[in-house]
């Protein structure tokens, strides 16, 4: 059953969710990684509460001209328009009040939101009202998804992802270093409103499959899980199109798999499962990596401050710094020392009192900012730099070293 | 009216707007209500490094952003090479202040130098070798060639600003504005920044700089413009840079002890 729905072999129903559901992911994965790297990540939430009067809205109108009121494309164009007007809400209240655009995002969101929300309420009693459909806005419904709605979709995804690609420059500039942007002659603001509408058309287009509460995640989960694998913003960009592709689409299919389940929200959670294991595993910014890199470190800082307690002939109290010297065969079961133990310890000394002397020593300032207690010295200076220096220590020659 | 000022001064380099590199007249600029700068009249010399010098708050960098477009101001106009910015933005390269950008950003060294290729490159067209070159030939140029695939924020802040510095070379402008190039930077990129802007101008290219290090202004600078809020004076470092003219910009904020450390002009 579950690979009868990824093969697509699950009818025609499910295809067509499954395919529409992938472009969207692909567009939303992208579009929003700009979001993500401007730090817009929440206008988007805005944007998406802000359509709801729209749909309503846009259902009533066409109501009122003698349709039935249900046609996609009619319910997406009013969405877009109230979204767009949430959006210029936001920019003119950082603009001209002392908001800031946290408080202008909450603000704008509840109200066009309960806005909506009330308008759905006085569609729901009339007559025209009762079989549309509408709350499957809030969370996408696609049960009775057709030919046509898909290909809206698809063809929404694709033209949002050409705009963005034609404008990825521009836009990662200003993500960047807005200033440096509009030094260069770039309309920062202009740019800025290009980011948004690809937002806001990304939202728009996936207001079927996902619905309005939801879409955010799309647009939020994928960047930032790619963000994990790789420092390079191409990268980023690419890997979350095809992080937000692929969780779309094994998500849609997994709902059409089993019926009861809502497509959006499995959507929402397979990319999350994508992200979680991203946090835990990701190479170098994953937690089990940064865990490992501390442990490493903390290992290092006891075996030196053992040998040096060793040298210098003092006790050590601390358990795992015992465990560390005995495992290493520096330390016997009975807290003997070994020869081999003697020797590291000597050369942990020996390097401890050099390392002073370099950190005194103005002419070698360079050297001494790398200072941590760890390293060894033959990394950081030439050998005639420590023969010199152990010149200055004087004492007995060839140890360690 | 500006040629008459320049023979009352007798100095060639202040031969008004029309070649000046940036002419700025009668700039304002304000946050809220109090005007950070006002009714500011600058002339930069061509092939010559010039530092903006004034106290905290004196309305430096506002003055170089205002000039540049970067932020729209109350009043006044700015002109680059005699014409207007909107035609001449190729002609000048920004290093913007270190703090202004996320070095947590997902992008590499030769990435930001790149960013410099933009107006080459365009929206579309493909990175080629050859522009990765140019890219790496201005890196050396700031001794950071070693450091081209790493990601910014692995960098100190000196590398930082001098990565800043390949990006504005990459742009192969004529004129140079840097804000505050040397501040929280280790002395080796001190030295390795000012030897690339001497280069620059050795090419005929022109460098203003917001600077914060009155020490070194005579050391680095040929010209100083000093600026607090007002302008306080304009010209080269030899008659401009003077106990006089610094008290008249910083007040009661340099004590005297300072100023007669420093190398000045006799004024």
Same mark, same amino acid.
């Given at each position: 059953? %579950?690979?009868?729905?990824?093969?697509?072999?699950?009818?025609?129903?499910?295809?067509?969710?499954?395919?529409?559901?992938?472009?969207?992911?692909?567009?939303?994965?992208?579009?929003?990684?700009?979001?993500?790297?401007?730090?817009?990540?929440?206008?988007?939430?805005?944007?998406?509460?802000?359509?709801?009067?729209?749909?309503?809205?846009?259902?009533?109108?066409?109501?009122?001209?003698?349709?039935?009121?249900?046609?996609?494309?009619?319910?997406?164009?009013?969405?877009?328009?109230?979204?767009?007007?949430?959006?210029?809400?936001?920019?003119?209240?950082?603009?001209?009040?002392?908001?800031?655009?946290?408080?202008?995002?909450?603000?704008?969101?509840?109200?066009?939101?309960?806005?909506?929300?009330?308008?759905?309420?006085?569609?729901?009693?009339?007559?025209?009202?009762?079989?549309?459909?509408?709350?499957?806005?809030?969370?996408?419904?696609?049960?009775?998804?057709? %030919?046509?709605?898909?290909?809206?979709?698809?063809?929404?995804?694709?033209?949002?992802?050409?705009?963005?690609?034609?404008?990825?420059?521009?836009?990662?500039?200003?993500?960047?270093?807005?200033?440096?942007?509009?030094?260069?002659?770039?309309?920062?603001?202009?740019?800025?409103?290009?980011?948004?509408?690809?937002?806001?058309?990304?939202?728009?287009?996936?207001?079927?499959?996902?619905?309005?509460?939801?879409?955010?995640?799309?647009?939020?989960?994928?960047?930032?899980?790619?963000?994990?694998?790789?420092?390079?913003?191409?990268?980023?960009? %690419?890997?979350?199109?095809?992080?937000?592709?692929?969780?779309?689409?094994?998500?849609?299919?997994?709902?059409?798999?089993?019926?009861?389940?809502?497509?959006?929200?499995?959507?929402?959670?397979?990319?999350?499962?994508?992200?979680?294991?991203?946090?835990?595993?990701?190479?170098?910014?994953?937690?089990?990596?940064?865990?490992?890199?501390?442990?490493?470190?903390?290992?290092?800082?006891?075996?030196?401050?053992?040998?040096?307690?060793?040298?210098?002939?003092?006790?050590?109290?601390?358990?795992?710094?015992?465990?560390?010297?005995?495992?290493?065969?520096?330390?016997?079961?009975?807290?003997?020392?070994?020869?081999?133990?003697?020797?590291?310890?000597?050369?942990?000394?020996?390097?401890?009192?050099?390392?002073?002397?370099?950190?005194?020593?103005?002419?070698?300032?360079?050297?001494?900012?790398?200072?941590?207690?760890?390293?060894?010295?033959?990394?950081?200076?030439?050998?005639?730099?420590?023969?010199?220096?152990?010149?200055?220590?004087?004492?007995?020659?060839?140890?360690?070293? | 009216?500006?040629?008459?000022?320049?023979?009352?001064?007798?100095?060639?380099?202040?031969?008004?707007?029309?070649?000046?590199?940036?002419?700025?007249?009668?700039?304002?600029?304000?946050?809220?209500?109090?005007?950070?700068?006002?009714?500011?009249?600058?002339?930069?010399?061509?092939?010559?490094?010039?530092?903006?010098?004034?106290?905290?708050?004196?309305?430096?960098?506002?003055?170089?952003?205002?000039?540049?477009?970067?932020?729209?101001?109350?009043?006044?106009?700015?002109?680059?090479?005699?014409?207007?910015?909107?035609?001449?933005?190729?002609?000048?390269?920004?290093?913007?202040?270190?703090?202004?950008?996320?070095?947590?950003?997902? +992008?590499?060294?030769?990435?930001?130098?790149?960013?410099?290729?933009?107006?080459?490159?365009?929206?579309?067209?493909?990175?080629?070798?050859?522009?990765?070159?140019?890219?790496?030939?201005?890196?050396?140029?700031?001794?950071?060639?070693?450091?081209?695939?790493?990601?910014?924020?692995?960098?100190?802040?000196?590398?930082?600003?001098?990565?800043?510095?390949?990006?504005?070379?990459?742009?192969?402008?004529?004129?140079?504005?840097?804000?505050?190039?040397?501040?929280?930077?280790?002395?080796?990129?001190?030295?390795?920044?000012?030897?690339?802007?001497?280069?620059?101008?050795?090419?005929?290219?022109?460098?203003?700089?917001?600077?914060?290090?009155?020490?070194?202004?005579?050391?680095?600078?040929?010209?100083?413009?000093?600026?607090?809020?007002?302008?306080?004076?304009?010209?080269?470092?030899?008659? +401009?840079?003077?106990?006089?003219?610094?008290?008249?910009?910083?007040?009661?904020?340099?004590?005297?002890?300072?100023?007669?450390?420093?190398?000045?002009?006799?004024?």
């Amino acid at each position: 059953m %579950w690979l009868d729905a990824l093969t697509l072999q699950l009818g025609y129903n499910a295809t067509l969710v499954a395919l529409g559901a992938m472009f969207l992911g692909v567009a939303a994965g992208v579009t929003g990684t700009f979001l993500f790297l401007r730090k817009r990540a929440l206008v988007s939430d805005a944007i998406s509460h802000a359509t709801l009067p729209g749909v309503g809205i846009a259902f009533m109108l066409m109501v009122a001209l003698g349709g039935d009121g249900r046609s996609l494309l009619g319910l997406l164009l009013g969405s877009a328009v109230s979204a767009g007007f949430g959006l210029l809400c936001i920019g003119w209240l950082t603009r001209f009040t002392r908001l800031a655009e946290d408080a202008a995002i909450g603000a704008v969101l509840s109200v066009f939101f309960g806005f909506g929300i009330v308008l759905l309420t006085i569609i729901q009693t009339m007559t025209a009202g009762r079989q549309a459909g509408l709350e499957g806005f809030l969370l996408g419904s696609t049960a009775g998804m057709l %030919w046509n709605d898909a290909m809206i979709i698809v063809v929404g995804g694709v033209l949002t992802l050409a705009v963005v690609m034609a404008l990825r420059r521009p836009m990662t500039l200003v993500a960047f270093d807005p200033e440096y942007a509009a030094a260069s002659g770039l309309n920062v603001a202009r740019i800025d409103l290009a980011i948004m509408g690809l937002a806001m058309a990304v939202t728009v287009v996936g207001l079927k499959i996902v619905g309005l509460i939801l879409i955010v995640a799309m647009l939020i989960i994928p960047p930032v899980t790619a963000r994990f694998w790789s420092d390079r913003t191409d990268r980023v960009v %690419w890997l979350s199109g095809a992080l937000g592709g692929v969780s779309a689409f094994v998500g849609a299919a997994l709902s059409a798999a089993a019926p009861s389940l809502p497509t959006g929200p499995i959507i929402v959670l397979v990319s999350f499962a994508f992200f979680a294991l991203s946090l835990l595993f990701a190479p170098s910014r994953g937690v089990l990596a940064a865990f490992l890199r501390h442990r490493r470190f903390q290992r290092r800082v006891h075996m030196r401050q053992g040998l040096l307690a060793l040298a210098q002939g003092q006790p050590i109290y601390e358990g795992f710094t015992l465990r560390l010297l005995r495992r290493a065969g520096l330390v016997e079961k009975d807290g003997v020392v070994t020869d081999q133990g003697k020797a590291r310890a000597a050369k942990a000394l020996r390097d401890e009192k050099r390392w002073e002397l370099v950190r005194a020593d103005q002419a070698l300032e360079g050297a001494a900012a790398l200072y941590d207690g760890l390293r060894a010295l033959e990394t950081v200076l030439t050998s005639d730099q420590i023969e010199e220096i152990d010149r200055r220590i004087g004492g007995p020659k060839g140890v360690g070293a | 009216m500006s040629i008459a000022l320049a023979t009352d001064h007798g100095s060639p380099t202040e031969l008004g707007l029309d070649q000046s590199p940036l002419a700025v007249r009668g700039m304002t600029v304000s946050y809220g209500q109090k005007p950070a700068v006002f009714s500011v009249d600058m002339t930069v010399a061509e092939g010559a490094m010039t530092a903006i010098i004034g106290p905290n708050g004196a309305g430096k960098s506002t003055l170089l952003k205002a000039a540049l477009g970067v932020i729209s101001p109350l009043a006044g106009r700015a002109t680059v090479y005699g014409k207007a910015l909107k035609g001449q933005r190729h002609r000048i390269a920004y290093v913007p202040q270190r703090a202004s950008v996320d070095w947590d950003f997902p +992008t590499r060294v030769i990435d930001v130098v790149q960013m410099g290729l933009y107006r080459e490159l365009g929206l579309l067209k493909r990175v080629r070798a050859k522009h990765v070159a140019k890219a790496m030939a201005c890196l050396d140029r700031v001794g950071m060639t070693d450091f081209a695939d790493r990601q910014i924020g692995q960098l100190s802040g000196g590398q930082q600003q001098r990565v800043f510095l390949a990006r504005a070379l990459a742009q192969g402008a004529d004129l140079y504005l840097l804000d505050e190039p040397f501040a929280g930077v280790d002395a080796a990129t001190e030295k390795a920044i000012i030897s690339v802007l001497k280069s620059l101008k050795d090419e005929g290219k022109t460098v203003v700089a917001v600077h914060h290090d009155l020490a070194t202004v005579a050391e680095y600078f040929d010209r100083v413009f000093l600026i607090n809020t007002r302008k306080v004076a304009e010209g080269p470092v030899a008659t +401009t840079f003077t106990a006089e003219h610094l008290n008249a910009a910083y007040g009661g904020r340099l004590a005297m002890a300072q100023i007669d450390q420093l190398d000045l002009a006799a004024g």
